[in-house]
């Protein structure tokens, strides 16, 4: 069984160190990773989802 991880949206913004609502901005905007619904009440982004953008991100700034 293939176990995915998810990063809440509080934790995901302090882990990039922006206010919660930039990121919802960026998802709207398309320039995030999307949110996953995992309850009526509940949402995150998958891990591997945002470790791939912070990379892609890293990768950008140095070339």
Known sequence: ?????FHSPDK???LV???RSTLDR???AGTFVPKVKLGPSRCGFA???F???I???RAAAAV
């Open 1 to 5: 069984m293939l176990k995915c991880q």
């Open 12 to 14: 995901a913004a302090a």
């Open 55 to 57: 990379a892609a991100r």
């Open 26 to 28: 960026w998802v709207k």
């Open 47 to 49: 891990v591997e989802d």
């Open 17 to 19: 160190g922006v206010h």
């Open 51 to 53: 470790d791939e953008w």
